[in-house]
């Protein structure tokens, strides 16, 4: 029982970190049709930014991962407008190129910047030590990871499915041209949701370098996580990434722990068996 609690605990803020990462990216694949492989470099981003802000002294943790969010923001809305708005229409090959290549030169950025060792947050002292619930402790940062997940999702879902915003989001991930052809402004919408989505990869990373240590090599090496999230859950929801994140994170931490010898082989063994079966995704729109 013990072990099934902690592998269920650790996997579901692992999992919530996953989510808040990828939620944009299956968002921004799902609306614009670009194969943004660099999504990751928002998170690594977050991540040395909240470092920074923390171990100089400058804005303590709450105001540092609001701080962090606008940064990211910012800085993926000059990449949006300067690079990746010039591949929308282009092929997958150009979009797969242009997203490496930006892998390529922040990673080096960063290590010429960092090195190659691993960054951790510093965690705020309200969120250190233990919580006490029934007969195991837990620790207070998890469960704030799994509240800040659970959040998320749901205000995200209220935002998509119950406003006018998310309405058109609909409308454009199904159909872009009948929802250009009715007076929707697609170009300022994908600008909103690429920056909405770099925001959210940048606080999961911020918040998630405590269980993934910030590195240059993160945006490729968490890539293949973060492409897993978006495939099983489908493109352009946010139920699908949340129930697929869950599912990867709990199954990631059950190899880890029960079978760490074969690594995650039992999960891609599941991934590929869920993607023969609903090629589209567990929740695809379509």
């Known amino acids: ?8 605990f650790v996997g579901t803020a692992y999992g919530m970190i996953l989510y808040i990462i990828s939620v944009g990216l299956s968002v921004t694949m799902g609306l614009l049709g670009v194969a943004n492989l660099a999504h990751g470099v928002f998170a690594m981003a977050g991540g040395y930014i909240i470092f920074e802000l923390l171990h100089r002294g400058l804005m303590p943790f709450w105001a540092s991962l609001i701080a ?3 940064l990211v923001g910012a800085g993926s809305f000059v990449i949006e407008r300067l690079l990746f708005v010039r ?19 922040a990673s080096a950025v960063a290590y010429f910047i960092y090195g190659p060792i691993a960054r951790t947050i510093a965690v705020p002292e309200a969120l250190h030590g233990n919580v006490q619930l029934g007969w195991r402790d837990f620790p207070r940062y998890r469960i704030f990871l ?11 879902w209220i935002g998509v499915e119950r406003t ?3 309405a058109r989001v609909r409308a454009a991930v199904d159909n872009r041209k009948m929802a250009e052809s009715i007076g929707i402004n697609t170009k300022r919408l994908f600008s909103v949701i690429f920056v909405l989505g770099s925001a959210l990869a940048g606080i999961g990373g911020a918040v998630g370098a405590d269980m993934i240590g910030i590195t240059p090599g993160y945006p490729l090496e968490q890539l293949m996580y973060f492409l897993i999230v978006v495939s099983v859950g489908g493109l352009g929801t ?5 129930f697929a994140a869950l599912l990867l994170g709990i199954g990631d931490s059950t ?6 010898e074969f690594g995650a082989f039992f999960v891609y063994v599941a991934i590929f068996a869920i993607l023969l079966t609903f090629p589209k995704g567990l929740f695809s729109r379509d």
């Open 164 to 166: 006018t915003f998310g």
């Open 255 to 260: 190899c880890k722990i029960l079978a760490p």
């Open 146 to 156: 799994i509240a800040l997940g659970a959040v998320t999702f749901l205000a995200l």
């Open 68 to 70: 962090t969010a606008l």
């Open 87 to 105: 591949v929308y229409k282009a092929g997958e090959l150009d979009q797969v190129l242009l997203s490496i290549g930006l892998i390529f030169v």
């Open 1 to 8: 029982m013990d072990i099934a609690l902690s592998i269920l």
């Open 238 to 242: 946010v139920t699908g990434p949340f």
